[in-house]
Each structure stands twice: as structure tokens, then as C-alpha cells.
């Protein structure tokens, strides 16, 4: 359901915005045009804008058109059939039928990658809506996404979840032909839960997310083996690779009489040990946190990245 969500939004933002643009929109070549004179069915016809930039218009003949607007275009043929065929005021209509061709390349975690069709129109949204980004389970990271112009190696940041939950248009470009878009695959924001627990393993770090969040999204303690009274979160120190912080919760406590400080704000990279009640004493829930964070920080400096 969630992908179907965002999937319609980025449809309706697309859209939206495409249709906020058109008025902007400066013709091109190759745009194929309707121009009609509402109060005269007789001057009716669609023309192409050749290669010299320039439409062959019903009874007034080549008139430029590339890199005006349908507004510009509009009052430019009015002034020419007031001059050459005496109207006195004629309702003169451009619409374009069909854009030019343009494509695009989205790739990453999305479910259609390769070169997209597009319009002139078309945005940043309205690109990644066709390309059906992957947000199960928050494959794809929507937050670092780049738009990389034809010809250039220049990366523009795209932050996609910025215009999705906040409605943030400030980065849905208009796209150009040959431009790039990539959407990574998220990589680097889990919490590692580890012993008592249904599921142990990585798991995805949504923000926010609490102890009680990571503990359900991982099947719960198993019953008569998980020590809840003792779980430890591992946190690497700010600024500080390789220098991790033990926090201890009491999560019974958060349980049985709402004590909502054992209910621990997790952090990306966090690792969550849940103990059996075979565990010997707090000593030994120590030294295991810090075999793994140990595991974890030797995996990182041999490229194996884990922590943000």
C-alpha cells in the first residue's frame, strides 16, 4: 500500500507541476501545434515547427515560433492575420498537440530503470514516477537522490523524501533531454538487533525510531528466554570512529509502568542487544556489545560500511 501511495503522490506532484510550467514553456523544434481562429472554423490546422525554428501558419505563411511562448505566439499570428487578411479582432488558439521528444536515464533502486520518454514539461517528479522507485522496506533512499544535466558531471542533490512528506518543491527541476537521475539504494541507516529477540538482524532506520520500535519490527522478545530488564544499545561517540557509548535500558519498566526514558531514542548505526536469561551477569552482556561493536568497526575500516 505504501508504494501505491507514493507512487499516486509523485503522479499528482507530476503532474500538478508540469501543468504550473506549460505557460512558461518556450516552443522547440519538432513540437507539433493546433492553431485555430475560434470565430472562424475555416483557419484550423496543425503544423510542425521545422528545423529553421519557423511554422507554416493557414493563409499567412512562415512565421517563428521556436523559443516563444503560446502566449507570444498567440498575439504574434493575431497581429499577423489583423495585417494580412483585415481581421479586426480575431480569438486566435495555439495548442501543442505533441512535444518533441526528449529521454531521460533514472536509474537505482527503482523498479523501470533505463532511458524514459519524456515531454518538455516534464520534472524531476514526474521522471521518478515513471521510474516506480523501490520503497518497500525503504530500499530505495530517497533523501540522496542526484540529477545530473546532459554533458556535465556536476551532480544536483535531489532530497525526494524532502518534496514527498513536505511537500518541498524547491528542487522538482524541469527536465532536459539526456539528463540522468539516480536514486541509491539505502545502504547506511540500519540498527543491527542482536540476541533475544524473534528476528535478530539488520533492520531499516526510519526516523524517528525508539528501542520499542526496533524490538517489534524484529518478531518481539521470545518468551521465558528474553532478559528485557537488561538490554544495551551500542552507539558509536560523535566524532569519534572506533569510540562507542553503552546505554542501558530497563524496557520491563517501559512496559509495566510507562517509563518512557527506557524507551531509548535509537540512532543510525545503533546496535540493540536483547540478553537471554541464560546470560551470566551484566559483565558478559558488556563483553559481548563490544566484541560487536569491535566486529562493526573493523568491518568499516576495511570498506564494509555499516555505521553512517
Excluded at 543510525?268 to 537471554?276: I, Q, S
Amino acid at each position: 500500500m505504501r508504494k501505491i501511495a507514493v507512487a499516486l503522490v509523485l503522479l499528482l506532484i507530476g503532474a500538478v507541476a508540469a501543468m504550473a510550467q506549460e505557460g512558461n514553456y518556450r516552443l522547440q523544434q519538432e513540437d507539433v501545434l493546433e492553431i485555430q481562429i475560434l470565430d472562424n472554423q475555416q483557419i484550423r490546422s496543425q503544423v510542425q515547427i521545422g528545423k529553421d525554428g519557423n511554422i507554416t501558419a493557414p493563409f499567412i505563411g512562415a512565421l517563428r515560433a521556436e523559443g516563444k511562448t503560446i502566449a507570444e505566439l498567440q498575439e504574434d499570428l493575431k497581429q499577423e492575420y489583423i495585417r494580412k487578411l483585415r481581421f479586426r479582432d480575431p480569438q486566435v488558439s495555439v495548442v501543442v498537440v505533441r512535444f518533441r521528444s526528449i529521454f531521460v536515464t533514472v536509474g537505482g533502486a527503482v523498479g523501470r530503470a533505463g532511458r524514459l520518454e519524456a515531454r518538455p514539461t516534464d520534472t524531476v517528479l514526474t521522471m521518478v514516477q515513471q521510474a516506480q522507485p523501490i520503497t518497500q522496506n525503504g530500499v530505495a533512499d530517497l533523501k540522496h537522490a542526484t540529477l545530473q544535466r546532459a554533458g556535465t558531471k556536476e551532480l544536483i542533490p535531489l532530497d525526494l523524501h524532502a518534496m514527498l512528506i513536505r511537500g518541498d518543491l524547491s528542487q522538482n527541476y524541469s527536465v532536459e533531454d539526456g539528463d540522468i537521475i539516480n536514486i541509491p539504494q539505502e545502504t547506511k541507516n540500519r540498527i543491527l538487533v542482536l540476541g533475544a529477540v524473534q528476528r535478530p538482524g539488520t533492520i531499516l532506520y526510519t526516523d524517528p525510531m525508539t528501542l520499542s520500535d526496533a524490538i517489534s519490527t524484529t518478531g518481539g522478545p521470545i518468551q521465558y528466554r528474553s532478559k528485557m530488564s537488561e538490554i544495551v544499545i551500542t552507539r558509536e561517540r560523535p566524532g569519534l570512529p572506533g569510540n562507542y557509548v553503552r546505554i542501558k535500558s530497563n524496557y520491563v519498566r517501559f512496559l509495566s509502568k510507562g517509563d518512557a526514558n527506557q524507551n531509548i531514542v535509537l540512532q543510525p548505526g545503533d546496535v540493540v542487544f536483547v540478553p537471554d536469561t541464560k546470560t551470566p551477569d551484566g559483565g558478559r552482556i558488556g563483553d559481548i556489545a563490544g566484541t560487536v561493536a569491535n566486529i562493526i568497526f573493523t568491518l568499516d575500516r576495511i570498506g564494509i560500511k555499516f555505521l553512517k
